[in-house]
Nanobody, 126 residues
Framework: QVQVVESGGGLVQPGGSLRLSCAAS??????????MGWFRQAPWKGREFIAN????????DYADIVKGRFTISRTNAKNTVYLQMNSLKPEDTAVYYC?????????????????WGQGTQVTVSS
């Protein structure tokens, strides 16, 4: 079992920035055994891939809609993954979820992930 907890959501104006954090921990698994991903879900839409990162932080992948604006990173010593979101747009408004895959490779497919957090709301509005 892996516990996944997101934080950092909130209300921001268009063009602003937010940084989301995701802490993951498990009694029988090391943080470096985990590949991590961020997804989001807006009202009346399906869950959408945003970014992922491998166990070392050396491999990352982004959805085209966020490339150049969002950056995923991790600090293994703190068991935490981050999503830095810049130049936010109203269409970025959604619940953002952190997901974990044990011993696996990074993937854009939500079905590849083993554990999910409860999500954190991001609202971009003036």
């Amino acid at each position: 079992q892996v516990q996944v907890v997101e934080s950092g959501g909130g209300l921001v104006q268009p063009g602003g920035s937010l940084r989301l954090s995701c802490a993951a921990s498990g009694r029988t698994v090391a943080f470096t055994d985990l590949a991590m991903g961020w997804f989001r879900q807006a009202p009346w839409k399906g869950r959408e891939f945003i970014a992922n990162i491998d166990w070392s932080g050396g491999i990352t992948d982004y959805a085209d809609i966020v490339k150049g604006r969002f950056t995923i990173s991790r600090t293994n010593a703190k068991n935490t993954v981050y999503l830095q979101m810049n130049s936010l747009k109203p269409e970025d408004t959604a619940v953002y979820y952190c997901a974990v895959v044990k011993y696996g490779k990074v993937s854009q497919n939500a079905n590849s992930y083993d554990y999910w957090g409860q999500g954190t709301q991001v609202t971009v509005s003036s």
